[in-house]
């Protein structure tokens, strides 16, 4: 392995900065030997100066592209903390239906945004609540968007494959049988509910307007990463990409306090969600 | 005494008292069957961390089938094959449908003590790291009510803050009378 100098560690710690939001402090400085040092062996750097010029003068940004892959993988779980989905199910999702319902003659239009869907337990776990809510979806028309910074995590979440280990904490055994085949060692989600989602690449650091407005975002444990003025102009896109009576949902230990004046807590059960104020 | 319980299967009197010996005389808990029937009663009847059986055996139940019976009890247990030299391949076809190691005979004891060892350690970690997943899942549910309590809070009182402001900012009233009702507003905050 590599090792890393103060210098680099400060230089690696500003370029990922910049490619990606997340802000990594001397503490974390660990995960660039553990994540990176592989990337630099392979490109023949012999430090991480080295990597660092070699990846900014890339022109096809193939090396930008692995340091995002390597640096932003965490680890996600279906249904990870039940709240939220308990929460889109009991709440949420029939006060949206509702509004949309009333709104319009047409056939009810509902948009969901997983904004940062990693490898795509999240989006796909929204996808089942609203099989397990609507028997009949095609009632409504949904479109369920994720979207991550990492080409790694988007070809992952479009593939849906998932080993053991990815599946067996979180997922309900009957939730497994029912929307899961069995695929070699590991499983595949079904067609039923591949077919109901979408992902693709966005850095949301990068302006996301041309989305256009969401019903519901998640955005969960994403901005933890991010610095308080990083976070304040995340949030603040995101109240402007929600509808005016839309939902955000971020992470069960997040608060917005003090980072973004656009939107109010509001409190169900033992979860919290967003509304614009 | 070691933390790890072993079924040995073996229709070979002779390896399978060698190894019942060995294997209690390094500490290990060791229960043996002479075939794969009584092997699939005992795996029935009693939790193990690692079965060692034979390959080839008599009767229906051979190492494959102890190994297929094993895991569909209990997916986290380990299987180790003992084999002939000639049937490598066999083990081999066999550690794709989940046995963890195979051994090829005559059973060299220590290398099948660094391989048990090594096992040991992967389960003292794999229990660690639940143990560790539940720790964090506690905390994390204490720290997420905890802040969500606050956050509810804070949202009260800013709510009560713009309340006093537009109070004391109307010129409508008498500074007494706004001062009054500013009062009650905090103290109903």
Known sequence: ?277 | MKNLSILVVDDDPVIRHLLEQRLTKENYQVQVAEDGYIAEKLLRANSYDIVLTDLMMPGDIGGIEVLEIAKEINSQLEVILITAHSSVDTAVAAMKKGANDYLEKPINFDELFLRLDKIANLQTMFRNAQDLQVAMDTTENVASSTIQTLEMRVASLQESLDKVEIMLRNDHLPDDVRIINALDIIAES
């Open chain 1, 1 to 277: 392995m590599i090792k890393i100098t103060p210098a680099e560690q400060q230089l690696i710690s500003q370029y990922i900065q910049t490619i990606t939001g997340i802000y990594l402090d001397q503490s974390k400085s660990y995960l660039f030997e553990t994540r990176l040092s592989a990337i630099a062996e392979a490109q023949g750097c012999k430090s991480y100066q080295e990597l660092h010029n070699k990846a900014r003068q890339d022109p096809s940004k193939k090396i930008e592209k692995s340091i995002i892959d390597a640096i932003t993988t965490n680890e996600t779980l279906f249904f990870r903390d039940k709240g939220p989905f308990e929460l889109l199910q009991h709440k949420i999702l029939p006060e949206v239906i509702d509004a949309r319902s009333s709104q319009s003659a047409l056939k009810p239009r509902i948009k969901i945004w997983s904004s940062a869907s990693s490898t795509g337990q999240e989006l796909y776990s929204i996808a089942i609540v609203i099989k397990e809510l609507l028997r009949d979806s095609t009632d409504y028309s949904f479109t369920l968007l994720g979207t991550d910074i990492s080409d790694a995590a988007v070809a992952q979440a479009s593939y849906g494959k998932y080993n053991r280990f990815e599946i067996e904490r979180g997922l309900d055994r009957k939730y497994l049988q029912k929307y899961f085949t069995l695929f070699g060692d590991s499983w595949k989600i079904k067609d039923e509910i591949r077919g109901m989602v979408n992902f693709k690449k966005l850095n949301l650091m990068q302006p996301f307007t041309s989305l256009g407005k969401f019903d519901i975002i998640f955005c969960r444990n994403v901005a933890i990463y991010f610095t308080l003025e990083d976070r304040k102009k995340l949030f603040s896109k995101l109240a402007d990409s929600l509808a005016d009576d839309g939902f955000l949902v971020i992470g069960s230990t997040e608060s917005l306090t003090g980072v973004c004046p656009k939107f109010v807590p509001k409190r169900h059960l033992r979860s919290i969600f967003y509304q614009k104020k």
